[in-house]
């Protein structure tokens, strides 16, 4: 086959690692029959699915930001930073598109108020000592070791302006990390002690159990913690336990390294763009914050 014929081919037609024509049956892998060729595109090809659907989302993103923006330039973006987040798909949001398989609200069933009572019970032992859940299971990234380590890192220091906007990042993604919160909340016998215990003296196991179970809502997302509601999680911050109030995704500790670097240079965006991202699309996307 002559060069220009071979140049004339779809892409689909020729094999992705050497050019060659490709016979019928060897369209479907998308390599001709030589062994290198289908061992270093088969290779290849997952790597490739991953930066094609990757920049399909970028791309998408990019375009929710403009349209967030009125079709502003440069200097509005500058003002909006981008934070894309992994949110939770679920129906119960009422400015968001159902998905097929939306997780929704359930009520809570006696069983998990009885397991979360028996894990209060269990922190709350003379002996309780260990923590709740092993420290492998949570992100090294999301806690903050020390005050000493905090002031050497600036990602586990917290951003001039980052409140208002990592918590409409939050409830623009639903709670997705609350997922892994169970019946235990991540609640340690150290935290209870540290926490509710020092703030009501002379308080009895019984009084803390019956204290936490009075915040669990009546209908929680099914398959999460079950202080996750409709409204977010329904213990007061205070109550919360460690790795719920120090907890960053990536999308969050992204935004904490953009704000400390714009403070640097003089800026505190007043808003920022977030798009929230499930099942590869762009599920909810908006502005959060005041004005810029």
Not at 42 to 63: F, G, I, Q, S
Not at 89 to 102: C, E, G, L, T, Y
Not at 181 to 205: I, K, V
């Amino acid at each position: 086959m002559c060069a220009e014929r071979l140049g004339s081919l779809p892409a689909w037609q020729r094999c992705a690692v050497c050019g060659r024509p490709l016979t019928a049956a060897a369209r479907a892998i998308g390599a001709c029959e030589r062994a290198v060729c289908r061992e270093e595109h088969l290779t290849a090809r997952p790597a490739r699915a991953r930066v094609a659907r990757r920049a399909a989302l970028l791309a998408e993103v990019d375009a929710a930001h403009a349209v967030a923006l009125g079709g502003a330039g440069d200097a509005a973006g500058d003002a909006a930073p981008v934070v894309i987040v992994p949110g939770l798909d679920a129906s119960i949001f009422p400015h968001n598109v159902a998905p097929r398989d939306a997780p929704g609200l359930r009520p809570v069933p006696r069983r998990r108020r009885r397991a979360r009572a028996a894990h209060l019970r269990r922190q709350l032992a003379p002996d309780a000592a260990a923590p709740a859940v092993a420290p492998s299971s949570v992100a090294p990234s999301s806690v903050t070791p020390s005050p000493d380590a905090a002031d050497a890192d600036p990602d586990l220091v917290e951003a001039p302006g980052e409140g208002a906007l990592a918590g409409g990042a939050c409830a623009a993604c639903g709670g997705r990390c609350c997922r892994a919160g169970a019946d235990h909340a991540y609640l340690t016998a150290e935290r209870l002690r540290d926490g509710y215990l020092a703030a009501h003296p002379g308080a009895r196991a019984r009084d803390v159990v019956a204290a936490y179970l009075a915040f669990v809502p009546a209908a929680t997302v099914a398959g999460s913690c079950v202080f996750h509601g409709a409204a977010g999680c329904g213990l007061p911050r205070a109550l919360r336990s460690d790795v719920c109030n120090r907890y960053l995704c990536e999308g969050l500790v992204t935004l904490r390294r953009t704000l400390h670097a714009r403070a640097a240079a003089g800026r505190t965006p007043g808003r920022a763009f977030v798009a929230v991202v499930a099942e590869r699309r762009v599920v909810r996307a908006g502005l959060v914050g005041g004005s810029a």
